[in-house]
């Protein structure tokens, strides 16, 4: 099946530095990839979407320059933290959609804790 | 997008069948009914989804009625291990390509 490789898995990092994250399709092409933002006890909020090629989309009070999104092939997209501070601590989880993606549409990956300290 | 409502939470026991159902009266002809589940700390994983009438997989039904505008999530015979919370999405997603957003999810907890 569709298979979404999301890296690293947690990580930690210091106030003010810059943290990238990496989501990858391993057995499709992702025309399009969503990242999500994810609070202890909450549902997941949806950040940006991206498609292959073309700058992100973000949604509503999302910074694009705090959240800088990269998707510049059919199987790899980043989402960079800049200049990171305790309250972007959170959990970052992507999905991904194409031909091939199966699980009718979307698969997700396995979320990348971040913690700022 | 077609707004969701589910129950915040449910409890359960081992054994026994749980019952979810979600609430989406702004439905569109060409939504589809996704569910999802989501252990702590991971991504959700795909339960099942649906359009109309009933469905069912090794895991669990999906009731869908004539209206469309409600859903129900089954699980048959549920575990420790189905304590998770559970989404409801509506959309068309069934291709992919557009923005999938999540409400706030039921949080089942199955008790021994």
């Known amino acids: 099946g569709a298979v979404v490789s999301q890296h690293p898995s947690w990580v930690i990092c210091k106030s003010g530095t810059s943290v990238k994250i990496e989501c990858r399709s391993l057995d499709f092409q992702a025309t399009t990839m969503f990242w999500y933002r994810q609070f202890p006890k909450q549902s997941l909020m949806l950040m940006a979407t991206?498609?292959?090629?073309?700058?992100?989309?973000?949604e509503q009070g999302v910074e694009k320059d705090k959240f800088l999104i990269n998707h510049a092939s059919l199987t790899l997209s980043t989402l960079t933290v800049t200049s990171a501070h305790p309250e972007d601590s959170s959990f970052y989880i992507c999905?991904?959609?194409?031909?091939?993606?199966?699980?009718?549409?979307?698969?997700f990956g396995s979320g990348t804790r971040l913690t700022v300290v | 997008l077609a707004k969701t409502t589910q129950p915040i939470s449910m409890d359960s026991y081992e054994g026994q069948e749980v019952n979810i159902t979600c609430s989406h009266n702004n439905i569109a002809t060409n939504d589809y009914i996704t569910w999802y589940q989501q252990f702590p700390s991971q991504g959700p994983r795909f339960i099942i989804q649906?359009?109309?009438t009933k469905v069912t997989n090794e895991v669990a039904s999906l009731f869908i009625p004539a209206d469309r505008k409600s859903s129900t999530l089954s699980l048959p015979r549920v575990s420790l291990s189905d304590t998770a919370v559970y989404y409801c999405l509506v959309g068309d997603s069934h291709t992919g390509g557009f923005k999938t957003i999540f409400g706030a999810g039921t949080r089942l907890f199955v008790k021994a």
């Open positions: 649906g359009y109309k």
């Open positions: 991206s498609n292959e090629g073309s700058k992100a989309t973000y």
């Open positions: 999905s991904a959609s194409g031909q091939g993606s199966g699980n009718y549409g979307y698969t």
